[in-house]
């Protein structure tokens, strides 16, 4: 089992920037892949970005290429989402995942989440 908990998420103008944090505890955690995944309102969970156990490899979704970073630490057991250059289209639930293949991670292969936080860019 693993456990997931995600920090950072609040309120933040457009352009602006803000870092996710999620910290697992459980099982160990360099045996995962990593990833973030988003949810607007009414619409579906989306993939954001992934992450390999590693950190050799990272993966990303076209509308945030460029903009968001993510990376791990796996001595903390932590890995973080740095979002800069935010746009309102922003604005969803971010939610962390685990996996421990990267490569079907973001096509949704999810063995664990987390609880989500939220993050809204105003205009």
């Known amino acids: 089992q693993v456990q997931l908990v995600e920090s950072g998420g609040g309120l933040v103008q457009a352009g602006g920037s803000l870092r996710l944090s999620c910290a697992a505890s459980?099982?160990?955690?360099?045996?995962?892949?990593m990833g973030w995944f988003r949810q607007a309102p009414g619409k579906e969970r989306e993939f954001v970005a992934a992450i390999s156990r590693n950190a050799a490899s990272t993966s990303y979704a076209d509308s945030v290429k460029g903009r968001f970073t993510i990376s791990r630490d796996n001595p903390k057991n932590t890995v973080y989402l740095q979002m800069n250059s935010l746009k309102p289209e922003d604005t969803a639930v971010y939610y962390c995942a685990a996996h421990p293949v990267f490569l079907t991670l973001p096509r949704g292969q999810i063995d664990y989440w987390g609880q989500g936080t939220q993050v809204t860019v105003s205009s």
């Open positions: 459980g099982r160990t955690f360099s045996g995962y892949a």
